[in-house]
């Protein structure tokens, strides 16, 4: 029962770069989510969907894309990295009900 | 439009000792409530929720929490902490109700510091 996959686990970018991170879930879950872990600032919501083919922003989306062309992945892309990217990134999903959210282990990445 | 306040960043408690971490809320609907912990280098795991009937509500690993509407308060306890309680702790909210999109707000964290 694999839950919340991430990839990669880590990454170094340089600068201007560009990257998507891959989330997959396999619980049929209608709900995903990016957030991005700072110290002392706890999880903010990048990007979200609420089904395959929605997505909608969250608190901080500005410089990532997000795409959910299948019900079991969700993508977050960054286009041109810049080091106020270098962050922990956790994809999380949930039930549509009252069901609490199943994080991934997270991505760490950092933008040099 | 909904938010989470964790006054507390760390917590130091000797081992054995009870403990307390804060929680409050604001939102403009009802909320569902959720503590996850988070051990070093992991991902979030729940630790207990809280979506309607007994305020008091019971999780994994011997803690509870108490929600109080007037206070829009979820505190989170534990009468004896050992030092595998050593972690950083979420407070988090979601509107209660299916459907739609539905926003779930994180608190900062408090860091758990188990002390022998």
């Known amino acids: 029962n694999a839950g919340v996959t991430q990839t990669p686990k880590f990454r170094v970018l340089k600068t201007g770069q560009s990257m998507t991170l891959l989330c997959a879930q396999d619980?049929?879950?209608?709900?995903m989510y990016w957030y991005r872990q700072d110290p002392g600032m706890g999880l903010r919501l990048i990007h979200y969907s609420v089904g395959e083919g929605t997505t909608a922003k969250g608190e901080v989306p500005d410089g990532y894309n997000v795409s959910r062309l299948k019900k079991q992945n969700f993508l977050l892309g960054l286009e041109s990295a810049a080091p106020s990217q270098t962050s922990v990134y956790f994809c999380a999903s949930m039930a549509a009900n009252n069901s609490p959210l199943h994080f991934g282990n997270g991505t760490r990445l950092t933008v040099t | 439009a909904q938010s989470v306040t964790q006054l507390d960043s760390q917590v130091p408690v000797f081992e054995e000792a009870p403990v307390e971490l804060r929680c409050n809320y604001s939102?403009?609907?009802?909320?569902?409530l959720f503590w996850y912990v988070q051990y070093p280098n992991q991902g979030l795991q729940l630790l207990l929720k809280?979506?309607?009937?007994?305020?008091l509500v019971k999780g994994i690993n011997g803690f509870e929490a108490e929600f109080n509407k007037s206070q829009t308060s979820f505190h989170l306890r534990k009468p004896s902490v050992h030092i595998s309680d050593t972690a950083e702790y979420f407070c988090a909210v979601r509107p209660a109700f299916s459907g739609g999109y539905q926003k779930v707000t994180f608190g900062t964290g408090t860091k758990l510091q188990v002390i022998p």
């Open positions: 619980m049929n879950h209608e709900y």
């Open positions: 939102s403009s609907v009802s909320v569902y």
């Open positions: 809280y979506l309607s009937g007994s305020t």
